[in-house]
Every structure is written in structure tokens, then in C-alpha cells.
């Protein structure tokens, strides 16, 4: 009997069992995938943290409605007043303690995969705020809308949620900020000592240097080629600057160095690409066409010029136009300070070397005067500084048949695109193009047209090119001349005064009047002016040295009787007696400075130009040239107007 009772019991509870356990393991498992959820709804939320920019009211508010959403189909979060109070006993559904522990859940979720710390103190006081709002007698009924209240509560709160985080997030960018310029302070350093070993390295070749032969000029320049090309950009600027003055200098010592005015190492392929990397965030097969990253036109101490062809559109056709792209080296402002600091150093180290107290006042004058050296460069290390220059003088040249400078394209820090020029070449090439009876006769034209070029840049314009060396100058087969290279330009404003003293003191061998200009022209004009007897003497005794004498009163008689080779001597002087002031314990100003290095330049491709032609007949191509600048001036002017008007004529036809 009791067996039938307990089979009938269990006949009519298993049905309902049964159907209460799948009911359990249904909801435990929708449980498990709500919750499993949570984290995915709480990423958006992260986002607005992690990135960056502030954020804004409305774009809080949106990912919380999207959060709260998926807050809503958790089962703690959904309510029914079916279920039963069997149920909430057992805390399958929400009761005030399980709302606590949702939202004490929830909080928790958002402090633990917040990328930024929130304060200690703002989880408190949150939790202050809740007990105090949830305890309240009138609200006791409401626990099962808990969600709606937190959702109320935050959107209150939005504006000063939204401050907080933007607050968070400005602190944490003012960090990040100081963390890396720390650290690019800190590859800048390592960058630097990288350099200064490299050319401290390269100084050891003085040593060799100086246990050569005097007279073997062979070995020498092979040992300054090599120092010159381990030293870097700076060392390959002085070469180029001593190159162009090649008649001071041995024979063997002066070719080895016009080298430097050629060709030099050319760019890394890769610093090539990073420099367009840089500058257009694309390598620079994706902008040209044929643009062969190892092997570039041209190398200098700046940068690399590469050939190649860019699509342009001409008369509304698109078609290739070759095009000239040079592309800077990187860290040139570094590679200069350092080459700077490396030549002072060795410099000031020499006293240990060789101890002599009147060492010490040349050797500090010389490495102030390398600093000052040194500074004239700077402009040229930017390529927007070098477009302005070019841009002023593509205007000038267009007044003009004798000189041409290319046209610019394109112009940032690092990269120059211009104009190439297909009919021109380098000078020694085109003068070895002519066969020996027309090669004078050439090399004479384009002297005349150089010298025509520098007296209308500094009658006309008052400025002129500030390196014009060899390499830097070209020439078609009718000796027009097209100048590259603008890096630099010397302004002659307010200086004539002072350079047309200096010139005729130096010429005249009057120590007394060029003590005074080149007191004036130093970096400290008050201290040396102390020094004005001391000075003056040892202008005498360099004068002396380099038979210069006075002329006096009898000028013509003495002119005459040192013939051309005095009067080379004394323009000789003119050019180097500038750029060896330390000797003299006196430091010149850079623009100064610059400006004799670009007359030495300048002169030095002169006299480069009658290479196998006779000095007298060089003299009198000079006087000749000079005396008939204004009609040259004047006959080029016209020809270009009488072009304009062929051009109009034909046009009309």
C-alpha cells in the first residue's frame, strides 16, 4: 500500500519537478550568457576612455543607452511580479540585496577595465551617494527599478562625468607629452654622440698629416680627403670653400679637394625614404616615375638630386616633364653643432699637446671663429629657406639672356622638385667638349658672362649666390650660365661702405685703415679697439710676409713695377686675410665671413675659367669686362625685349 502511495506522489511531482528544473537550467544558462556579454557592453564605454581627444556629453550619453540596454536583458535585471516570492528568496530574481550586488558588480567592472585610474576617493563618495539614495523610506518600493535609477542618476551626473574624464585624460597627455620629448631628448643626445665620436675619429689624421714630407703634396691630399670625407657635411662645406680657391693651394691638395665641389658619398636609399616618408607619407616611387633611389644625379654635403619624371599637364595634356628632386640629409643641424663643438674641442685640448701661453689667445679665437663659421650654414640647411632665395632670383633671371636659374615645382624642409635642365652641363665638362681651337675662345665667353652675372647681382640686385663654386654653376653651348644650389645668398645692403675699405686698405697695404675696418667688422668691436696698436702690428708683419708694401703716394710707379704677379698678390691677400683673422686674435661676424667665403668662391671659379689660358690675357679680358658692364647691360636688356617682341609677332601671325 505505502509503495502505490509513494509511486502515485512521485507519478504527479515529476511531471512538475521536472518542469521546474529546466526551468532552473534554463534560466542559469541565460544567465551565463548575459553575463558573458557584460564585458562586450562595457567596451564602448572603455573607447571613450582609452582614446585621446576629450569627449563629449553626447557621445557619453549614447554608449551608456547602449550599455544600459544590454543591463536590461541580464536576468538580475529582468522583473515580473509572477515570480514568486520563493524565487526572490532564493535570489533568482532581484531583491534589495541583490540589487546592491549588481551594482556594486557593475561599478566594479567599469573601475577594473577603466585604462585610466579612477580615485579612490570618487568610487567613495559614489557609494555615499547610493546608500544614502537607496535607504530612503519613499524608495523602498522602487528597488526592482534600480537600473532606471542608476541610468537617471548617471545622466544627471553626465556633465561632470564627462569633465572629470577630460581631466583625466589631460593630465594623462601632459604626461605623455613630457615622457616623450624626454625620450626624443634623449635619442637626440645619443644621435649626437654617435657623430662627435665618428668625427673625433676622423681628426686623427692630423697627426699623419703632420709627420708626412713637407713637399709631398701627394700624400697629403690623400690623407685630408680622407678626414674630410669621415668628418661629415661641415668638413665637406670647408673643402669646397678652399677647393675654390684652388691657386692658394698645391696642385695635388687643390685636386683631390674640387672633388668635393663634383660629387660626394651619396644619401642612404633608406634615409632617402624616410626623408619622403616625412614630407609626403608615401616613398617616392608612388609620385615619379623612374626614380632611382640608389643611384641619384649629383651628391653634396646637403643632400642627394635625383632624376626622374612627374605627370603634369601642359596646354591641357597631361604628359612626363623630367623634373630635378633633391632630397636633404637628415640631422644637418646636428652633424654641423657637433662638427662645431668636435673642432673646438680638439682645438682647445691642443694647449695639453702643445702648452705656449700665446697659443691660447689664437686658439680661442679660432674656435670662435669656426663657431661663427659655422653659423653661415645654418640657412642653408632648410630647403623652404633655399626656395625663397631661388624663387626671388628665378624672377631677376627672367630679365636676362646671360644667366638662368630652374624653375621650382615643389618646396618643403626637406625636398626640392624643379625644373630640369636638359641643354646644360657642368663647366669643365662643356669646356673639354670643344676641340682645342674653340676651347679658349669658350672658356673666355663664359668668364665674360660670369663676371656680366656677378656685377648684376651686385650693382643691380645688391645680393648674389653665396657658393658659387664650380659645381654649382652650368652652362649650355652658347656659355649661358644656370646657377643651382641656392642655399645661400649674401645681401650687400649697408655693407659696401665697409667691403670697399677693406678691399682698398688690403690693395694699398694700409695697415692702419684696414685695422679699423676689421675691428669694426668683429664680434666684439669695443674689446678689439683696445687692442688697435697691437692689431695694426701684426697686420704689418702678415702684410710683410706676403710682400705687401705700402703704396703711398707713388701707386702707379709701384703697380707697375710689381707687374701682374704683385697685383695677383695683393687680391690673394683680400681673399684670405678675412678668413684667417684669428691669427690676429680677432673673431669676424659670420655674414662677414660668408661674404669673403663666397668672394673667394667666386673668384676662385674665375680664375678656374682660364685654366690654360694666359694671365694677360685674362687681365685684359677683366679690365675690358668690367669697363664695358653698363653697355653689355644694356645690349642684354634689348636682345630679351627685341625676343618679346618676335614672340608677339609671330603669335599675331
Do not use: C
Amino acid at each position: 500500500m505505502a509503495e502505490q502511495e509513494s509511486k502515485k506522489i512521485v507519478e504527479v511531482n515529476l511531471p512538475v519537478l521536472k518542469q521546474r528544473t529546466d526551468s532552473v537550467l534554463r534560466g542559469a544558462g541565460g544567465f551565463a550568457v548575459s553575463t558573458v556579454k557584460l564585458p562586450k557592453a562595457f567596451w564602448p564605454v572603455a573607447q571613450l576612455l582609452i582614446r585621446e581627444n576629450p569627449i563629449t556629453r553626447e557621445e557619453l550619453a549614447e554608449d551608456l543607452d547602449r550599455l544600459f540596454e544590454v543591463l536590461y536583458q541580464h536576468p538580475l535585471s529582468e522583473h515580473s511580479r509572477s515570480f514568486t516570492t520563493y524565487l526572490r528568496k532564493y535570489k533568482l530574481l532581484p531583491n534589495e540585496e541583490s540589487t546592491e550586488n549588481l551594482i556594486r558588480f557593475l561599478v566594479k567592472q567599469v573601475v577594473a577595465r577603466s585604462p585610466v585610474e579612477i580615485p579612490d576617493v570618487i568610487v567613495e563618495e559614489f557609494w555615499s551617494f547610493f546608500q544614502e539614495l537607496i535607504s530612503a523610506p519613499e524608495l523602498k518600493g522602487l528597488v526592482e527599478l534600480n537600473l532606471d535609477i542608476v541610468r537617471l542618476v548617471l545622466r544627471t551626473y553626465e556633465p561632470l562625468l564627462v569633465e572629470l574624464i577630460n581631466k583625466v585624460k589631460q593630465i594623462r597627455k601632459v604626461n605623455q607629452i613630457a615622457v616623450t620629448d624626454m625620450m626624443q631628448k634623449s635619442q637626440v643626445l645619443r644621435g649626437d654622440l654617435r657623430i662627435l665620436r665618428r668625427q673625433i675619429k676622423a681628426i686623427r689624421y692630423i697627426k699623419p698629416f703632420l709627420q708626412t714630407d713637407p713637399k709631398d703634396f701627394s700624400a697629403q691630399a690623400e690623407i685630408v680627403s680622407k678626414m674630410v670625407r669621415e668628418f661629415g657635411p661641415l668638413f665637406i662645406k670647408m673643402a669646397q670653400v678652399a677647393a675654390a680657391n684652388a691657386d692658394l693651394l698645391p696642385e695635388e691638395i687643390a685636386s683631390e679637394l674640387r672633388v668635393f665641389q663634383e660629387d660626394v658619398d651619396p644619401m642612404l636609399p633608406e634615409d632617402v625614404m624616410q626623408a619622403f616618408m616625412e614630407v609626403f607619407g608615401k616613398p617616392p616611387q608612388e609620385i615619379y616615375f623612374n626614380f632611382d633611389i640608389d643611384k641619384p644625379l649629383k651628391s653634396g654635403s646637403i643632400g642627394s638630386v635625383y632624376l626622374a619624371k612627374k605627370p603634369m599637364t601642359k596646354n591641357g595634356v597631361e604628359v612626363l616633364v623630367p623634373v630635378i628632386v633633391k632630397v636633404a640629409r637628415h640631422n644637418l643641424e646636428r652633424e654641423f653643432q657637433m662638427g662645431s663643438l668636435a673642432i673646438e674641442l680638439m682645438l682647445m685640448s691642443s694647449q695639453y699637446w702643445a702648452p705656449h701661453s700665446k697659443l691660447l689667445p689664437f686658439l680661442s679665437a679660432m674656435s670662435e671663429q669656426i663657431k661663427e663659421f659655422t653659423k653661415g650654414f645654418e640657412q642653408e640647411l632648410n630647403f623652404e629657406d633655399e626656395a625663397m632665395i631661388q624663387r626671388r632670383f628665378v624672377d631677376r633671371s627672367k630679365k636676362s639672356n646671360v644667366w638662368h636659374v630652374p624653375q621650382l615645382y615643389f618646396s618643403s624642409g626637406r625636398i626640392l622638385e624643379m625644373e630640369f635642365l636638359d641643354d646644360a652641363m657642368a663647366i669643365k665638362q662643356a669646356i673639354e667638349s670643344h676641340e682645342e681651337r674653340s676651347r679658349t675662345r669658350f672658356q673666355r665667353k663664359i668668364a665674360e658672362n660670369f663676371l656680366f652675372t656677378i656685377l648684376e647681382h651686385l650693382i643691380i640686385h645688391q645680393e648674389f649666390h653665396g657658393d658659387l663654386h664650380p659645381g654649382n654653376i652650368m652652362v649650355d653651348a652658347d656659355a649661358q650660365l644656370y646657377l643651382i644650389d641656392w642655399g645661400n645668398a649674401v645681401d650687400m645692403n649697408g655693407r659696401w661702405a665697409l667691403i670697399w675699405n677693406y678691399l682698398t686698405a688690403v690693395l694699398a697695404g694700409d695697415t692702419d685703415r684696414l685695422a679699423k675696418v676689421l675691428i669694426e667688422m668683429s664680434t666684439d668691436p669695443e674689446g678689439n679697439e683696445q687692442r688697435f696698436d697691437e692689431i695694426r702690428q701684426a697686420l704689418d708683419e702678415t702684410l710683410a710676409k706676403k710682400q705687401i708694401t705700402p703704396l703711398d703716394k707713388k701707386i702707379l710707379r709701384t703697380l707697375y713695377r710689381e707687374g701682374q704677379e704683385g697685383l695677383h698678390r695683393r687680391l690673394q691677400a683680400a681673399l684670405q686675410l678675412m678668413s684667417n683673422t684669428y691669427q690676429l686674435g680677432l673673431v669676424v661676424q659670420s655674414d662677414y665671413l660668408h661674404l669673403s667665403r663666397s668672394i673667394v668662391a667666386m673668384a676662385g671659379t674665375y680664375l678656374n675659367m682660364y685654366n690654360g689660358v694666359s694671365k694677360l690675357t685674362m687681365t685684359a679680358d677683366l679690365i675690358k669686362d668690367l669697363s664695358l658692364f653698363p653697355v653689355n647691360l644694356i645690349k642684354d636688356r634689348l636682345s630679351l625685349k627685341s625676343e618679346e617682341v618676335r614672340r608677339i609677332l609671330t603669335v599675331g601671325e
